[in-house]
C-alpha cells in the first residue's frame, strides 16, 4: 500500500515492518500458508505503530505531515467533490496568479464558488503554481471571485495549504500587502456562506487572505501559523536548527488553535495522516465541509456577515485564560 | 584627601567629559552618517539637515507634532492577556514584555489619543516601534479596534499611523488573527463615512502593511519609509539577487501606485488638516502656523 510513498523520518519503523509485509506478499505467490499469518501479525504491528505514533505526533512532526507530498491538494479535493468545476482565471489588473485556484462548481448538488492555494505535486506543475506560494495576482483574483461569489448568492469555499505569500520583488511591486489586505477585507464583508478548511499548511499572511471565514475547519494533522516553524527558529533563535523548539512554541497544530478558538473544528485524519488514505480524507473533509454549510445557510446575509466580522473582532480578547 | 579632590577627580572628569557630551548632544544621521546637534534635530522634526533622512520619532513626539498646539488626549486601552501562548524562546516572552515595558514606558506598542488637527476632531492610533519593533500582538489590535470604536463613538476621522515590523510572532496564530480584526475595526470606520487615513512610516511591513495599513481612503507615507509585505533579507534569500535601488521605499511605492502621496514631516499636519477638512465638507482651517516643536533645555533631555 506505501509503494514508492514518501516516508517521513519518524515513520521508518512503520515503513520497515511494512516492506516486509509486502516481500512476505510476494512470497505468498509462491504457495506458503504460513506466511498470511506472518502477515497479519505483522499488519497488526503496523497499525498499532501508526495508532502510537500518531496519537502523539509533536508539533514538528505535524508540520512534516502537513507537508507531505503526497497528502491531498486543493485541487484534489475540487476533483473529487466539486461537479462541474469551471475554473475562472485573471485579476483583471496583471494577470493569472496558478497558486491559488478557483472557480463555479456545484457541491452536493449547490452552486459554489471555491478557491484553493495549489502547490502542484511534481516538478512541472510546482514550478507553474510557484509551489502555492501567491502574488498580488492571486489574491485579486481570490477577491473577484468572492465578490463574484457574493453578487449572485452563492457560498464560499475556501482551502488553505500555502507556505504563504510569495516574497519576490515582482509581488512587492504590484502590491502584494494591499492585495492580501483587500482579499481578508473582501472575505470579511461577503452575505453569503464561507467555510474555510486548514487542509496542510497554513502560512501567514498568505494564508489569512483566504481564510477569514464564518466557519474555520481544520484537518487533524494540519498547522496554521503566523511564520513559519523554520522562519520563527532563524529569527528568534537564530538558528533554523531550532525549528522543532518554535514547531512547538508557536501553538501551531489543530489541538492547539481549538484551544485559542482560533477554528471551529478540528476534522480527523485516517490513522496515519491523509496521506496514507487520500481517499477516505476526501470523503471526511466532503461531509464536514457540507454540515458547516449546512449550518449557515439558513441565515440571512447580514446576519452571516455581521457573526463572521464579530467572531474576527474578537480574536484574543475573550475566551482564553 | 586633597590630592584625590584637587588632583585626580578632575582628571577623571576630564576624561569623561568629553566623551559624554557628545553623546547626548549630537546624533549621528543613520543615512547619511552627519552628526546633527540635537536642538537642530529637533527644530528639524528629527529630519536631518544634511540629506533629509526622517529619522524614527518616538510616538510622543509624533503625537505631539500632529496635533494643535501638541495638545492632545491619550485613551486608556482595554487590558489584554499578556502571554496567551506562554511563549518562550531563549527568552521567556513575559521577560521580553517587561523589559520592553522598563525600557519604553509604555504598556504596548500602540497609543490611542485625540484631540485636533486643524480644528478638526480627530482619532490617532500611533504605533510605537521602540517597543518590540512596533509589532502587532493582540494588545496591538486591541488598540486599533479601541480606536476605530472611538471614531465611531465621536464622529471622528481616523488615523493610523503604523511603525511596525509586522506581527508579533511570540503570540502566534493570533497575532495572524489581529490582521482581520483590525481590518473589520477600520471597516466600521469606513461604514460610517469616516475618513480613514494612514500614514506610514518606517517601517511598515508583514502582517501591520497586510491588513489595516493598506486600506486607508487615503495613504500617505513619509520620504525614505520602507513599506512593504516580506523582508527585504527574505526576498533576496529567495531570488538571490539584489534588490533594485530605492525598493520597498515610499517614493517606490509612490511610483508603484501603491500609496497617494509622499509628505516631508514638516507639512504632515496640514495635509492631514487639509483631507480631514476637505473629506468632512468643511472650510479651511484657518491659518495653520508650521509645526513647531518645544526645544527642551539641553540638560534635562535624556531619553527622547
Known amino acids: 500500500m506505501s509503494g514508492g510513498m514518501h516516508v517521513l523520518d519518524f515513520e521508518k519503523p512503520i515503513a520497515e515492518i511494512e516492506g516486509k509485509i509486502e516481500e512476505l506478499r510476494r512470497l505468498t505467490d509462491t504457495g506458503d500458508v504460513n506466511v498470511a499469518d506472518e502477515v497479519g501479525r505483522l499488519q497488526v504491528k503496523v497499525d498499532r505503530l501508526l495508532r502510537s505514533t500518531y496519537a502523539k505526533l509533536t508539533p514538528w512532526q505535524k508540520t512534516q505531515v502537513a507537508r507531505h507530498p503526497d497528502r491531498p491538494h486543493a485541487l484534489d479535493y475540487i476533483n473529487a467533490l466539486i461537479e462541474d468545476f469551471t475554473p475562472l482565471a485573471g485579476d483583471r489588473c496583471f494577470g493569472e496568479d496558478q497558486a491559488i485556484v478557483g472557480g463555479l462548481g456545484r457541491f452536493r448538488g449547490s452552486s459554489v464558488v471555491i478557491l484553493g492555494n495549489e502547490q502542484g505535486n511534481d516538478t512541472q506543475s510546482r514550478l507553474a503554481r510557484n509551489f502555492g506560494m501567491a502574488k498580488p495576482e492571486g489574491y485579486r483574483k481570490a477577491k473577484r471571485l468572492m465578490e463574484m461569489a457574493n453578487h449572485f448568492g452563492i457560498p464560499v469555499i475556501t482551502l488553505v495549504d500555502t507556505k504563504g505569500a510569495y516574497p519576490g520583488v515582482d509581488a512587492e511591486a504590484r502590491g502584494q500587502a494591499e492585495a492580501i489586505a483587500r482579499s481578508i477585507e473582501a472575505a470579511l464583508n461577503l452575505r453569503v456562506p464561507m467555510v474555510t478548511a486548514i487542509i496542510g499548511e497554513g502560512g501567514s499572511g498568505g494564508a489569512i487572505a483566504l481564510a477569514a471565514g464564518n466557519t474555520v475547519l481544520m484537518l487533524e494533522h494540519a498547522i496554521y501559523s503566523v511564520i513559519s516553524p523554520e522562519g520563527c527558529a532563524s529569527i528568534l533563535w537564530r538558528s533554523s536548527d531550532a525549528a522543532k523548539d518554535a514547531a512547538t512554541a508557536l501553538k501551531l497544530t489543530a489541538q492547539d488553535l481549538l484551544a485559542l478558538k482560533v477554528i471551529d473544528q478540528i476534522v480527523p485524519e485516517p490513522l496515519g495522516g491523509a496521506h496514507r488514505n487520500r481517499e477516505q480524507t476526501i470523503r471526511t473533509l466532503s461531509m464536514a465541509l457540507d454540515a458547516a454549510l449546512g449550518e449557515l445557510t439558513p441565515n440571512e446575509g447580514g446576519v452571516l456577515r455581521a457573526k463572521r466580522r464579530e467572531k474576527f473582532l474578537d480574536m484574543g480578547r475573550v475566551g482564553l485564560e | ?304
Not at chain 2, 495599513?213 to 533576496?236: K, Q, S, T
Not at chain 2, 521605499?249 to 514631516?265: C, Q, T
Not at chain 2, 473629506?279 to 482651517?285: D, I, Q, S, V
Open chain 2, 1 to 304: 584627601m586633597n590630592w584625590l579632590t584637587n588632583y585626580v577627580r578632575p582628571k577623571l572628569q576630564a576624561l569623561v567629559r568629553p566623551k559624554e557630551i557628545p553623546d547626548n548632544l549630537w546624533s549621528k544621521c543613520p543615512a547619511c552618517g552627519h552628526m546633527v546637534f540635537h536642538r537642530d534635530l529637533e527644530r528639524d522634526l528629527h529630519v536631518c539637515q544634511h540629506c533629509g533622512h526622517h529619522l524614527r520619532l518616538s510616538v510622543t513626539k509624533r503625537l505631539g507634532m500632529l496635533f494643535d498646539d501638541g495638545k492632545y488626549q491619550r485613551i486608556e486601552l482595554p487590558k489584554t492577556l499578556d502571554d496567551p501562548l506562554k511563549f518562550r524562546d531563549q527568552k521567556r516572552y513575559v521577560d521580553r514584555l517587561k523589559d520592553a515595558r522598563v525600557k519604553t514606558g509604555e504598556h504596548d506598542a500602540i497609543v490611542v489619543a485625540h484631540g485636533r488637527i486643524g480644528s478638526n476632531n480627530v482619532v490617532v492610533a500611533a504605533f510605537n516601534f521602540e517597543f518590540q519593533g512596533g509589532s502587532m500582538g493582540v494588545a496591538v489590535g486591541e488598540g486599533v479596534v479601541a480606536a476605530a470604536e472611538l471614531a465611531v463613538l465621536q464622529d471622528a476621522p481616523l488615523i493610523v499611523i503604523p511603525a511596525s515590523g509586522g506581527a508579533r510572532m511570540q503570540e502566534g496564530i493570533l497575532s495572524l488573527m489581529q490582521m482581520a480584526r483590525t481590518t473589520v475595526a477600520v471597516d466600521k470606520v469606513k461604514e460610517k463615512r469616516l475618513p480613514y487615513i494612514v500614514l506610514l512610516t518606517d517601517p511598515t511591513t508583514g502582517g501591520v502593511s497586510a491588513s489595516f495599513a493598506m486600506l486607508g481612503d487615503i495613504a500617505i507615507a513619509e520620504p525614505g519609509a520602507v513599506i512593504g509585505f516580506a523582508g527585504a533579507r527574505v526576498i533576496e534569500n529567495t531570488i538571490r539577487e539584489k534588490l533594485p535601488e530605492g525598493f520597498q521605499k515610499a517614493e517606490y511605492l509612490l511610483e508603484k501606485g501603491m500609496i497617494d502621496m509622499v509628505v516631508h514631516r514638516k507639512d504632515l499636519r496640514q495635509t492631514l488638516a487639509r483631507l480631514v477638512s476637505l473629506l468632512r465638507h468643511r472650510g479651511p482651517a484657518g491659518d495653520l502656523v508650521p509645526m513647531a516643536v518645544d526645544v527642551p533645555d539641553i540638560y534635562v533631555d535624556d531619553d527622547e
